[in-house]
């Protein structure tokens, strides 16, 4: 199974890459670009063929390593 | 308007970073993950209300800033 995964931070915590990449945008001129937000986002392919185990391991897989919980949500997809 | 963008490396480019995450996975006894790649996930406000304007500026910011597009392609989404 292929799952995609984003990572982003949770809201009211502090984004210091968004808001350098926003700074960055804006003096290059794009003065319409505000509230820059940055997370991961990865693919991998898991060697399961029963979906609900799949999202289990996905899941365990988020709480344990591509999330950092306590500043960070995760979201993922299945296909 | 919301702006959605993904930045990933293009096939056949080494990820050393998704390799590291998938080592580790492996580590915590993960061993159905595999093929990890990583990308960046954007998310931004586009002060403009004409769609054909904001995806040429959303383009146009890619092109020049937010993805390196040597050895990253892009793709974004407009709500």
Same mark, same amino acid.
């Given at each position: 199974?292929?799952?995609?995964?984003?990572?982003?931070?949770?809201?009211?915590?502090?984004?210091?890459?968004? =808001? !350098?990449?926003?700074?960055?945008? &804006?003096?290059?001129?794009?003065?319409? $670009?505000?509230? *820059?937000?940055?997370?991961?986002?990865?693919?991998?392919?898991?060697?399961?063929?029963?979906?609900? =185990? !799949?999202?289990?391991?996905?899941? &365990?897989?988020?709480?344990?390593?591509? $999330?950092?919980? *306590?500043?960070?949500?995760?979201?993922?997809?299945?296909?």
């Amino acid at each position: 199974m292929k799952a995609k995964v984003h990572v982003t931070l949770k809201q009211g915590i502090l984004d210091p890459q968004g =808001k !350098a990449i926003e700074h960055a945008l &804006q003096s290059l001129g794009f003065q319409s $670009a505000s509230n *820059v937000r940055v997370g991961k986002y990865m693919e991998l392919d898991l060697n399961e063929t029963d979906r609900a =185990k !799949a999202e289990a391991l996905l899941k &365990q897989m988020c709480e344990k390593l591509l $999330a950092n919980t *306590v500043i960070e949500e995760y979201r993922y997809e299945l296909s």
